[in-house]
Every structure is written in C-alpha cells, then in structure tokens.
C-alpha cells in the first residue's frame, strides 16, 4: 500500500494526484509548487486576495500571473514591457471568457477595465482581435482593431498625441517626435526626429538590431500600412 504524503503548507496530497517531495532545505514535505518557492525564494510566498499580480519580465515581453479566487496560479497574460507600468497598479484576473480584467473603484463606483483596452485605447467604438486567437496575448503587435480595414486605416493615422507606433511619442516640450527602446530594463533613447516616419524608422531598426527575430512586426506592419514598404525594405537591405 502506498504512503499518502502531504504538502506541509497547503494540504493537498499524493492520493488526490499531487507529487509531494521532500525539501531537505526546511526538512518538510511539499507540493510542487511550495517546493519550487523554497528553491526560487527560500521561503514560502503566501498571496493574499489584496497582493497585486506578480509581473516577470523577459527579454522581449512581460507575464502577468492571473490567480484564481483562492489566489492560485491560473493562467498567465503577456503584454509588451514598455506597458508594465501602466497595468501594475490594477488586480488583473481571468475572466470566464478568457480576458483578462481588472475591478477598481472609480470614486465609490465599481468599474472594470479588459486588459486589452487599458493597454489600447479606452475608446468604447473600437473592438480589438486578438490576432492569433489567445485573447491573453495583449501585445501590441497581437491587437488589431477589429473594424473594416479602411477604418482601422484612418484610426491608424498619427496625430500629436499618439503616434500610433510603439517606442515614438510626441514630445510637447520640444514639439518633436522621440523614439525609444526597452532593451532588458533600460530604456534606451534613439533620437529626436521632426518627421514621424523617421523616428518610426528608427525605431524599427533598433527592433531588428535588439529583438532580432523575436520581435514584433506591430510597427513594421503599420509603417507599411501607413506609407508602404519602400523605407522598410531599404533597412532590410542595408
Ligand atoms: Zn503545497
């Protein structure tokens, strides 16, 4: 007859299909998921329903771990890292239709917000696709707006206060374009430039030149889209 070993910190057990290994760090029988925590941390992380999400950032892209009401793993939802900053102070969850959203007080009314959007665009007339069909995938190069395609065209259109490119944001200071790049956790600048499509060219080089083949092609893609592929092939050759 077999043992039943159970994990010392969360109660589940061998006999309900978990493998249970011993820790000889803290001399204690523990779960996959605890025994990896002594190994990563050294200690046992314990998520309360109020922690926000924990977010690893990877060369190319970010994770945000979504957790289910007992604060377990669930799954996971990946955006650009230039877009850390603005989801880290919201709870993300997963919800049954596989987005991933956040509930927050907007005064003492209670509001949500798609994860998709948040990183997008809050204009309630535009619907997004997930272009490769996972709807937890919200990179940019991922989310297209779903309207006709000579809608999403005029949409796509650079105004001065947004670019509609990742990495080139309007400076109103200097009243000029500015490219940027997150290369590991630096940002790294590329240049001040008058003509939009030079600073989104910029910025497509240093994509090639840093992210290589793991890059995104959301700014190539809407460089062509914009202005056609002449400018994009010349950097390709050179
Ligand atoms: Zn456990």
Not at 31 to 60: A, F, M, P, V, W
Not at 100 to 116: C, F, P, V
């Amino acid at each position: 007859m077999k043992i039943n070993k159970v994990c010392e910190v969360c109660g589940c057990d061998t006999n309900s299909g978990y493998k249970i290994y011993y820790s000889k760090i803290i001399n204690m029988y523990l779960c996959s998921k605890h025994y990896q925590q002594i190994k990563l941390y050294g200690e046992i992380k314990q998520r309360t329903r109020n922690d926000l999400n924990e977010i690893i950032i990877y060369d190319t892209y970010a994770e945000i771990i979504l957790y289910d009401k007992n604060n377990e793993e669930k799954s996971r939802a990946i955006i650009d890292i230039e877009d850390v900053d603005k989801v880290k102070k919201y709870k993300w969850s997963e919800m049954g239709s596989g987005y991933a959203t956040a509930t927050y007080y907007r005064g003492d009314m209670k509001t949500s917000i798609l994860l998709h959007r948040l990183i997008m665009g809050l204009d309630e007339n535009i619907d997004y696709d997930h272009m490769d069909g996972d709807r937890k995938n919200c990179c940019k190069y991922n989310l297209r707006p779903a309207n006709k395609l000579e809608n999403a065209k005029n949409r796509l259109k650079p105004s001065t206060n947004s670019s509609g490119f990742t990495g080139v944001s309007w400076n109103k200071l200097k009243s000029i374009w500015r490219s940027y790049i997150q290369v590991g956790y630096k940002q790294k600048h590329l240049g001040y430039f008058d003509d939009i499509k030079d600073a989104a060219i910029e910025r497509i080089k240093a994509e090639i030149k840093y992210y290589g083949e793991f890059r995104s092609l959301f700014n190539e893609n809407r460089y062509i889209e914009l202005y056609g592929e002449e400018d994009i092939n010349n950097i390709k050759i050179a």
